[in-house]
Structure formats: C-alpha cells, structure tokens
C-alpha cells in the first residue's frame, strides 16, 4: 500500500519525506486556502521540489477546460513522471481523465461517493480513485463498505486503477485501509505521526533502554561530582553545611588518612536532634556508625541496584581503595528508566 502525506504545510512536509518511504504528497486548494497562500503556482513548483510524487488539483467545468489546465501546470515545469493530477468526478471529469490518461499524463478521479463514480472512473484508465471515508461516515454512510467494492471491482475486473483511501481522521482508518486491501492511503501528518505509537511498545522500549544502561554503564558514568565528605574532627553542624551544599541526603566521614570512617545522613540528622540542639556542635568523631556501604567506580549500574535493594538505603557511597570518590543516589538509578 502507497502512503501519501495529504498537507500543505511546509514543516509538516519536509518532517514526513524524512521518513524516506512515503509516496508522495496530496494537496488541495482548501489546504491552500487555510494556509493563506496566495501564489498557487509557486507553491505548486515548490512542493513538485520536494516529494517524490505531486497529486494536485486540475479544475475545470468541461473536459477541455481540465485538460488545458493539466497542461498549463505541467509547463510551469512540472515532471509528468512525478505528478498525478487530481479532477472531482463529473462526466466532464472521467472524459478528461481518458484523454489525460491517453496521453500518459497521470489522474486521481476524487470526491468519489459511489461505486458508480468510482466504475465510470476506473473505466476511463484513472491512475487513482479516491473515495472520502471520513467524509461519507460523517452523513451516516457505510464507507468502508464502498472502499470494499471498489478494491473487488479493480481486482475482478482488472482495471488498472488504484484505489486510494482518503478523508483519514485517525489511526484506525488506516488499519481499516490495509484490512480492504486498498492500493493507497493518504493521511494527515498527525494521523501518520500516531501509525507507530503504542503505550505497551513505549513502555517495552523504555524497559529495554533501561535495562541496556544497567549493564553498560559503570557507576563512575552517573556521579555528578560532587564528593560530600567532612573530617571526624568537624561538627554536626559543618557536616549539615556540606550535606546541604552538596544535594545529597548524606554525607561520607573519613578518619585522619582519608579512608572511609562511616555515613552520616539526614535521617540520622533528625534522630540526633531529638537528644537537642546541643548535638550539633559535637564532633563527628563522637558519634557511632555503621558499617558504611561503599560500591566501586567501575561496578555496573546493575550491580549499584541490587545493591540498593538489598540494604535499602538511599545514598551509597562511591569508593576506591576505601577513598571517598563521591556519592550515588538511587533516584540516579530511577532516573534511567
């Protein structure tokens, strides 16, 4: 199945074609005129520039009126090989189309509501038939039971018309699309930017990007640092500047050689301040600790989860040789996924 972007918006236009497998691009002069363009030859020429496949409107009351304005756009420099014009279904319309199609100048009969337009158009060698699903289910109509026709009749018959599902309102029209078998599609781009998107695809991707940088990365690549260390010898007090200073919820106090004497964090802060304000002026040194929990620089970020799931903590303490290099958190781990 052909997919085309069905706009006139430059960004929008340029943003689908980087795709790289996109059709072509549908227009219309309502496009046109929403956007305020005033000069619709240039703007023809330019979008001729920048799709692989041009379907533009050709106008006219009577067949020899359409012809002539194929032709007059066509030697504004249009490539015929790249261009497909487009003629509302009329007599006028298919008889236009014969002599177009006659002459290798390709056409989208559109603005189709019945399998009757849509066989007088097939008849007349139409390029593309374009019946308006959205439209038609707007008024109340079976749509898609007309699309279904018009595919078995092309198919039955032989006819080398495509059928194009058009007048798409959302991602389901487009499954609806492929479902009939139809030859083409064209959409709007914020339908086309929908046709990947899955909430169970999103959150399998972010589980796979997350689990990828558990077992690549290394502690080391996640310190932000930051290494909140006071000396035994400092107060409670000093320890509470470094530890707020440093964002973190903790800090590492070393002995006199500079190796890791134990944690001190703010939950031990809060507990310490319960025996009153006095604490704050004690010396690190006067305090017990546990046995701090420290990980090396080049430990995976894996093995930094299942350690903080094990103990619990929220702060662990990064380490060489028992030196303080820093501290993680485990909102650094969250913050991968």
């Known amino acids: 199945?052909?997919?085309?972007?069905?706009?006139?918006?430059?960004?929008?236009?340029?943003?689908?074609?980087?795709?790289?497998?996109?059709?072509?691009?549908?227009?219309?002069?309502?496009?046109?005129?929403?956007?305020?363009?005033?000069?619709?030859?240039?703007?023809i020429l330019k979008l001729s520039r920048m799709v692989p496949i041009l379907q533009v409107e050709a106008l006219g009351e009577t067949a020899d009126a359409i012809c002539a304005e194929a032709k007059r756009l066509l030697s504004l420099g249009l490539d015929p090989q790249k261009t497909v014009f487009k003629i509302p279904v009329s007599l006028e319309g298919v008889t236009a189309c014969k002599r177009l199609t006659t002459e290798g100048i390709r056409v989208n009969i559109h603005l189709v509501y019945t399998l009757q337009q849509a066989y007088m158009a097939m008849a007349a060698g139409a390029t593309y038939i374009c019946p308006l699903v959205g439209r038609l289910q707007d008024q109340g109509h079976d749509a898609l039971a007309l699309i279904e026709q018009c595919v078995k009749a092309v198919n039955y018959y032989g006819y080398s018309s495509k059928?194009?599902?058009?007048?798409?309102r959302h991602a389901e029209h487009v499954r609806n699309a492929i479902n009939l078998?139809?030859?083409?599609?064209?959409?709007?781009?914020?339908?086309?930017?929908?046709l990947t998107e899955n909430n169970f695809t999103t959150l399998g991707t972010q589980q796979f990007i997350e689990h990828t940088k558990l077992i690549t990365l290394r502690v080391k690549d996640i310190m932000n640092g930051e290494n909140p260390i006071v000396q035994a010898h400092q107060t409670v007090m000093e320890a509470l500047?470094?530890?707020t200073k440093a964002g973190f919820g903790a800090v590492t106090v070393v002995n006199e050689d500079g190796t890791v004497k134990g944690v001190f964090t703010d939950g031990d802060l809060r507990r310490t301040l319960e025996r009153g304000e006095d604490i704050l002026h004690k010396k690190m040194s006067e305090l017990s600790y546990k046995q701090p929990i420290t990980i090396a620089p080049q430990a995976l970020l894996f093995e930094a989860a299942e350690m903080f799931k094990k103990t619990q903590v929220d702060t662990i303490v990064v380490a060489d040789n028992n030196r303080p290099l820093g501290m993680i958190d485990v909102q650094d781990i969250v913050k991968l996924s």
Do not use: N
């Not at 199945?1 to 059709?23: C, P, T, W």
């Not at 059928?163 to 798409?168: D, E, H, K, L």
């Not at 064209?186 to 929908?194: E, F, L, N, R, Y």
């Open 1 to 43: 199945m052909e997919l085309y972007l069905d706009s006139v918006d430059f960004r929008e236009i340029e943003q689908a074609m980087k795709l790289g497998f996109v059709a072509g691009l549908t227009t219309t002069p309502t496009f046109m005129h929403r956007e305020g363009i005033t000069d619709i030859d240039g703007t």
């Open 163 to 168: 059928i194009m599902f058009s007048s798409v």
């Open 181 to 194: 078998g139809v030859h083409a599609c064209t959409v709007p781009w914020k339908v086309m930017k929908a």
């Open 241 to 243: 500047v470094v530890m």
